[in-house]
């Protein structure tokens, strides 16, 4: 901690003893008409304005060579660099006057993201993407905000497919996701296996192709009274490429080193008292595919983006396309995990942005796209059959035993249209209508239903799930130059509707046999198959259970909302703000929330900023109502067991209540300071929620006649505070008119405890939400996570080091459901055998890119090119099964990377 300090003190220090530069200007259209709310910024930081209603801006900038942007949604961008002018006035080509984009965060079009009462983090995406080698968003955003976290899971079923991922330790679905400013559509997927985020569902943000994405926006602060339900941790905005520009793309590659670079077996035997088991995939050998391998995971990645205008007053088209392969990777893991080691993905996608003029005041704007996804992940191994062998095994289909795999077909759709208005008086209005589904369909292959025996196939259609959502939207908002040194006012409203469905596999999926190959439908009378080892078979296709007609679900609700906000510039150094949100749900019933922010001038280049919220999260409809009974694997057995919808009377008996919203307080406060190419932002929050929705762990159900030994639900089961710190600092020195040098620190330090474990009268605490499941929640983020990156550029290279260091990670391992605790002393005595240490690491990552010429381009890199693991675990209790659980920064290990950028 003490480097970091230090390394803010000298920053700090520099700033002071560079010179700083100012420009000026004015922004107007073709008509020499001021513009208000045109972005500016220097190229490369986090330093930015907006013009004010006369158009003009004034900004500090570290050189007086700094390139400047100056953007305004529907016009073409201008960049500029400087010969050491202080002032510079522009003329922006003709367009709708509508479209600036607001920040999120604030409905004012006044507003920027240096000028927030709130934590903004703004990041391009796509040049991330592009530099770092990395596919997805969720991987560029893992390394790009400090308090964003998402690895990749193996060995849990659904989030295999769809990476959970969080904002400052919450769950993934208390984060709410914006698309140009419009509510996107959750996935159908609840997780609720071996994963973080485990009772949670949440949005999939791998998707969107990164390549379609002008810049994120992640708001670090509690929105619910501005943008609805689930935006307790915070808000990301996904605004996307508007630019006319041509063609643009390029092709990456990359791949994962197979060498984890250790003695396993050796020091198994050393520290596990003599145990000699069997191991797989260790330097890439011995592998479930039967190949020696030096490199696995490999990437391929085909990216296109096409921008057009569509007429002559500022319309415009931007299309993407992207398409993404990437082979699995097989990581170290005992017999019975075979396969352990992050999914193999095939997905095309497709992203659309578009406005049309329709006329002087009026715009017609649309977007959105489509993803179609095919994954394919182990799941556990099942040994081989005989008399003292896996009964789950056909021994005519696997006398060795098998590996089913758990694939699945993901699509998902999105489509907005709009109408964007300016009256006469200088109210702004925006209506729109949003859809979006989800659709999540399971394939088990490489599988048998042991039930059937030698008859059974070996492939099954296992069902699946899937989510719609309407959002129909209507707002107003002005800005009043002549109160006070400025006031907006923005009201509106909100109807949304959420359908979620449940939907069967094929027969052989789900059922269990008799010896005459009849589904049981009566046990009374049926009894399953036995085979010809002596053993009673297990029914459903083995790695995943396929959902029956008894699961079906066909479900919708509704809700409607007002809101009001305003933003007051009390001063040209006072800004207070405020808003105030009412909702009603046709399930659980209505909130009302508020928020507070204020940000204080006391320099043009430091202020101070506060906020003050309620927020909520309404129970999704998967929660709800959610149902399976799936095979539970503990060490070798598989355990029958019923996740139980909350509505069932199943839930009832064991004195489950409905679910209802989770609620939260939200306190934050913080300063922000830049100066020349120096910025710095720090900002303490602490996050009160109560009602947290979690997955409860397991209670007997063996004599309920349920067709299960084991029992789960959905319930609010316990209260949490979130107590924590995010810095970000940068800097950016201009040594030359082609050279620049920066330097930058993001880091967050976040804890997550459980204040109270809401248990029902007459169900045990342990058996509820006991140790094991409470470390996954306060385990969702590390207790601190920081990134230091150095670059250098120059007219035609570019040069980015990073080391990203990740803290403890301590959660219990599976020991706790192979004997669950049932007393205090029971779960002090498994406290001290089943706790697993995570030790703090880190990794290094670097990207050069050369710009052969204007239109082409090649990167090379690598991520983590130390090749980090998390510490191995050499009891064979892990959680997902391999040598340690896919924490920090994951299990895939090196990966090497190139890329051929272009555009015409």
């Not at 067709?707 to 600092?729: K, S």
Request: with cysteine; proline share 3%.
């Amino acid at each position: 901690m003490r480097k970091y300090l230090c390394l803010l003190v000298m920053l700090m220090s520099c700033s002071f003893l560079m010179a700083q530069h100012t420009i000026s200007g004015k922004i107007m259209d073709e008509n020499n008409e001021p513009m208000i709310g045109v972005s500016i910024s220097e190229k490369g930081t986090s330093t930015g304005t907006v013009t004010g209603i006369d158009g003009s801006y004034n900004l500090n900038v570290s050189s007086p060579r700094a390139t400047i942007v100056y953007s305004y949604t529907g016009y073409s961008d201008e960049e500029i660099t400087l010969n050491g002018e202080s002032s510079m006035n522009i003329n922006l080509k003709e367009g709708v006057t509508l479209g600036a984009v607001q920040v999120v965060g604030s409905r004012s079009y006044n507003r920027s993201a240096t000028d927030s009462p709130a934590a903004v983090d703004v990041i391009e995406v796509a040049e991330l993407a592009n530099i770092s080698g990395r596919a997805d968003i969720n991987n560029v955003l893992q390394y790009a905000a400090p308090s964003f976290n998402a690895t990749k899971q193996s060995g849990s079923d659904g989030a295999d497919h769809i990476d959970p991922a969080s904002l400052r330790g919450l769950g993934p679905d208390q984060t709410l996701v914006l698309v140009n400013g419009k509510r996107r559509h959750q996935s159908s997927l609840v997780n609720v296996f071996g994963t973080r985020g485990r009772g949670n569902t949440g949005t999939d943000l791998n998707a969107i192709p990164a390549s379609a994405i002008k810049r994120i926006e992640v708001l670090r602060d509690g929105a619910s009274a501005q943008y609805g339900s689930d935006a307790i941790a915070g808000v990301i905005n996904i605004v996307l490429k508007d630019q006319t520009g041509g063609l643009s793309g390029g092709v990456t590659y990359g791949a994962n080193s197979t060498a984890v670079g250790s003695d396993y077996a050796q020091q198994i035997f050393d520290t596990q008292d003599g145990w000699d088991p069997a191991l797989f995939n260790i330097d890439g050998t011995n592998r479930i595919d039967g190949e020696d391998r030096s490199f696995d995971g490999n990437t391929t990645r085909v990216d296109l983006n096409y921008g057009m205008s569509l007429g002559n007053s500022g319309g415009y088209i931007n299309m993407t396309a992207e398409y993404l392969t990437k082979e699995r990777t097989l990581r170290p893991s005992f017999e019975w995990r075979e396969g352990y080691g992050s999914a193999a993905v095939d997905q095309f996608q497709f992203m659309v942005n578009g406005a049309m003029p329709l006329g002087d005041k009026t715009e017609l704007y649309l977007f959105g796209g489509r993803s179609d996804r095919d994954t394919d992940a182990h799941a556990f191994t099942r040994g081989a059959p005989g008399v003292d062998g896996d009964s789950r095994a056909v021994p005519s289909l696997y006398p060795n035993g098998f590996t089913p795999h758990i694939t699945s077909r993901i699509i998902d759709n999105s489509m907005t249209a709009g109408v964007r208005h300016e009256m006469d008086n200088g109210w702004k209005t925006d209506f729109s209508h949003s859809y979006g589904s989800n659709n999540f369909h399971y394939f088990i292959t490489g599988t048998n239903n042991a039930s059937m025996g030698a008859a059974s196939p070996t492939d099954f259609d296992a069902g699946g799930h899937s989510l719609d959502m309407n959002v129909t939207t209507l707002d107003f908002s002005k800005y009043f130059e002549d109160v006070a040194s400025g006031l907006n006012f923005a009201f509106g409203t909100e109807y949304r509707s959420e359908n979620f469905e449940i939907f069967a596999g094929e027969e052989g999926s789900y059922a269990t046999y008799d010896d005459r190959g009849v589904a049981i439908t009566n046990p009374a009378i049926q009894s399953p198959f036995v085979n010809e080892f002596g053993q009673t078979t297990s029914g459903g296709s083995q790695g995943f259970p396929g959902y029956s007609p008894a699961n079906e679900v066909d479900r919708n609700r509704s809700n409607f909302g007002v809101y009001g906000d305003v933003e007051l510039n009390a001063t040209d150094a006072f800004l207070i703000s405020a808003a105030l949100r009412y909702e009603n749900y046709s399930d659980f019933g209505n909130t009302f929330n508020y928020k507070l922010a204020t940000r204080y001038k006391i320099t043009d280049d430091f202020s101070v900023r506060a906020s003050l919220s309620s927020g909520f999260r309404a129970p999704s409809l998967a929660q709800i109502h959610y149902n399976l009974v799936f095979n539970n694997f503990v060490v070798g057995s598989s355990v029958r067991t019923l996740l139980a919808s909350n509505t069932s009377t199943v839930a009832r008996a064991f004195g489950i209540d409905p679910l209802k919203e989770e609620t939260a307080q939200n306190l934050a406060a913080g300063f922000t300071y830049k100066n020349g190419g120096f910025s710095a932002t720090i900002d303490g929050y602490m996050i009160d929620v109560k009602d947290r929705i979690i997955l409860t762990d397991y209670f007997d159900a063996s004599g309920l006649n349920v067709g299960a030994d084991a029992a789960q639900f959905f319930a609010n089961g316990v209260d949490t505070r979130t107590t924590g710190v995010d810095v970000v600092l940068n800097y950016k020195q201009y040594l030359d008119n082609d050279n620049a040098l920066t330097v930058g620190l993001a880091a967050n330090f976040n804890d997550t405890e459980i204040q109270s474990v809401n248990a029902p009268d007459g169900l045990n605490p342990f058996t509820f939400f006991g140790p094991f499941s409470q470390a996954y929640l306060e385990a969702a983020a590390p207790d601190y996570k920081i990134g230091a990156s150095v670059g250098f550029s120059t007219n035609k290279l570019n040069a980015t080091l990073t080391w990203t260091q990740f803290s403890d990670v301590i959660i219990q391992d599976f020991q706790w459901v192979d004997s669950p605790a049932t007393t205090q002393a029971e779960a002090d005595a498994l406290l001290a055998v089943a706790t697993d240490v995570y030790e703090g690491v880190g990794t290094l990552d670097l990207s050069i890119r050369y710009s052969i010429s204007d239109n082409l381009n090649i990167t090379l890199g690598g991520n983590n090119l130390l090749n980090t693991y998390p510490t191995p675990q050499f009891d064979g209790w892990t959680d997902q099964g391999g040598f340690n659980d896919s924490v920090q920064m994951g299990s895939d290990g090196l990966y090497l990377f190139g890329r051929v950028g272009f555009s015409f």
